[in-house]
T-cell receptor
Framework: QKEVEQDPGPLSVPEGAIVSLNCTYS??????FMWYRQYSRKGPELLMY????GNKEDGRFTAQVDKSSKYISLFIRDSQPSDSATYLC????????????FGTGTRLTIIP | GAVVSQHPSWVICKSGTSVKIECRSL??????MFWYRQFPKQSLMLMAT?????????EQGVEKDKFLINHASLTLSTLTVTSAHPEDSSFYIC????????FGPGTRLTVT
């Protein structure tokens, strides 16, 4: 079993829809959780990060962490064609100089 | 967010030659940087952790003599692919963490 599981998709939704992206994990030591967006042939871009359980909102994006279920989510409201990308979840036990464990990424396409 | 740059963005070299890729943190100091490799439509694969002033820590299965890493200063790490072969063709990405990890734009290496 992988430490982090993420549905690779592809996921296609119409423009304006709410998108839900999810990851599950097995290591209870993970304390901080990140979502990255990666466009084709580009480096990943940090979208959101959260520490421990709870919700965090930034514009159209909401990150949720449920440590009791070992489950994290990223919601995208009012999805736009420019949101079409691969979304990677990542997690670690400490901030800073420690390697992250990544999901495989979910390929998302927003259909105009 | 913090800015990480990479140079070059794209390089083509002949089999048997060596290629150096630079990773710089532009607006923060990074005692640790990370080097990843990514194949098309796959997730990130951590190659090594680069530590300023000391030897890099390589992941299992990564040839340290082939992928030389030098962390010369708090803002610069280099990855040298020695005696490159076509199977080394890939997308190489670095990251650095003032706290949360930020990625560079990536370097596409093509070995002919």
């Amino acid at each position: 079993q992988k430490e982090v599981e993420q549905d690779p998709g592809p996921l296609s939704v119409p423009e304006g829809a709410i998108v839900s992206l999810n990851c599950t994990y097995s290591n209870s030591a993970f304390q901080y959780f990140m979502w990255y967006r990666q466009y084709s042939r580009k480096g990943p871009e940090l979208l959101m990060y959260t520490y421990s359980s709870g919700n965090k909102e930034d514009g159209r994006f909401t990150a949720q962490v449920d440590k009791s279920s070992k489950y994290i989510s990223l919601f995208i409201r009012d999805s736009q064609p420019s949101d079409s990308a691969t979304y990677l979840c990542a997690m670690g036990t400490n901030f800073g100089n420690e390697k992250l464990t990544f999901g495989t990424g979910t390929r998302l396409t927003i259909i105009p | 967010g913090a800015v990480v740059s990479q140079h070059p963005s794209w390089v083509i070299c002949k089999s048997g030659t060596s290629v150096k890729i630079e990773c710089r943190s532009l607006d923060f100091q990074a005692t640790t940087m990370f080097w990843y490799r990514q194949f098309p439509k796959q997730s990130l694969m951590l190659m090594a952790t680069s530590n300023e002033g000391s030897k890099a820590t390589y992941e299992q299965g990564v040839e340290k003599d082939k992928f030389l890493i030098n962390h010369a200063s708090l803002t610069l790490s280099t990855l040298t692919v020695t005696s490159a072969h076509p199977e080394d063709s890939s997308f190489y990405i670095c990251s650095a963490a003032p706290r949360e990890q930020y990625f560079g734009p990536g370097t596409r290496l093509t070995v002919t």
